[in-house]
């Protein structure tokens, strides 16, 4: 009779976000699938168990998890996510209680570094947000930079540029930088970019930004027309997972503005994960991306890291 390594996934049902259980799934039973066919990985005997569950992005993974010790009457052995910070980090806390291992391609604020403490037992498989923090303070140290503006969205519940300018306002801060910090809701009706460029005239002369594709874009377009790329002020722009989920990261739209945004762009860095290119890679991801595409998900939107 086989062992079983009880795995529980806790992942949002929700695809408006970005690590949902119709994108993530299809990638986990394949890894599943992958270990079982090569024999590899696994003692002779054993085989995983796969439960999944909405953690949606707040409390209700630590209550699925709580619900299912409680139902069964045994702890899982292996935990699959959450992924927001918010929902990982009373799940992580639990785990290190119970002595159960979490993975999670996301909790990558800064907080969730503190491996000696509560989150001991989280293993987090992307790079935390303070790496990228650690590569902006290797290119100001090149350059003899002392002073930037942190421009960020804060407007989804995740919340994920509030945690990547975290990461960099942490490491910056150690350093002693001065930082001047702004924050606008991308998604209000009355957020007026020009009114936001404006600040940014009053700052610091290096700009690290992080939002949505289109309001990256719109930024650059209005200091643009305010005389802000000559030069004088450099750019930079945080692209959240390299996925489309976040838009179209390019100037190009195919509008009357797209001459302008060009011209725009070109003072502009993008800081976005590298993909890799090995073979093992690209079979993975075409197997993942058909598997997405049959639940009718949009064939881009979907994490490219």
Request: aromatic share 10%.
């Amino acid at each position: 009779e086989e062992k079983l390594i009880r795995v529980l996934v806790l992942l949002p049902q929700d695809d408006a976000y970005l690590f949902s259980l119709g994108r993530v799934r299809p990638a986990i039973e394949y890894a599943v699938r992958s270990l079982r066919e090569s024999g590899a990985g696994l003692p002779p005997g054993y085989a995983f168990q796969l439960t999944y569950e909405d953690s949606a992005c707040g409390n209700r993974a630590l209550f699925s998890l709580v619900d299912m010790v409680a139902l069964q009457r045994r702890r899982p052995d292996l935990l699959l996510g959450p992924v927001c910070e918010y929902a990982a980090a009373p799940v992580a806390r639990l785990a290190a209680h119970w002595d159960v291992p979490m993975l999670s391609a996301g909790a990558l604020a800064a907080g969730f570094g503190a491996k000696g403490g509560e989150y001991s037992h989280l293993t987090r498989v992307a790079p935390a947000y303070a790496k990228m923090g650690e590569m902006l303070l290797a290119l100001f140290r090149h350059h003899q930079w002392s002073r930037a503006t942190l421009l960020y969205s804060d407007s989804n519940p995740e919340r994920s540029c509030y945690f990547a300018m975290e990461g960099v306002h942490v490491v910056f801060q150690e350093e002693a930088f001065h930082m001047a910090v702004h924050s606008f809701d991308e998604s209000s009706r009355h957020l007026d970019l020009d009114d936001v460029v404006r600040t940014l005239q009053t700052g610091e002369r290096v700009v690290i930004m992080c939002a949505s594709g289109d309001t990256i874009r719109n930024i650059m377009l209005a200091a643009h027309r305010q005389g802000m790329t000559n030069g004088d002020y450099a750019f930079f722009n945080i692209e959240l997972f390299n996925s489309s989920s976040y838009g179209n990261g390019s100037w190009r739209r195919g509008d009357k503005h797209d001459l302008e945004a060009k011209k725009a762009y070109s003072y502009l860095q993008t800081v976005t994960l590298l993909r890799t290119v090995k073979p093992e890679f690209e079979k993975f991801s075409l197997e993942v991306k058909s598997s997405v595409q049959k639940q009718g998900l949009h064939e881009d939107d979907y994490v490219s890291i």
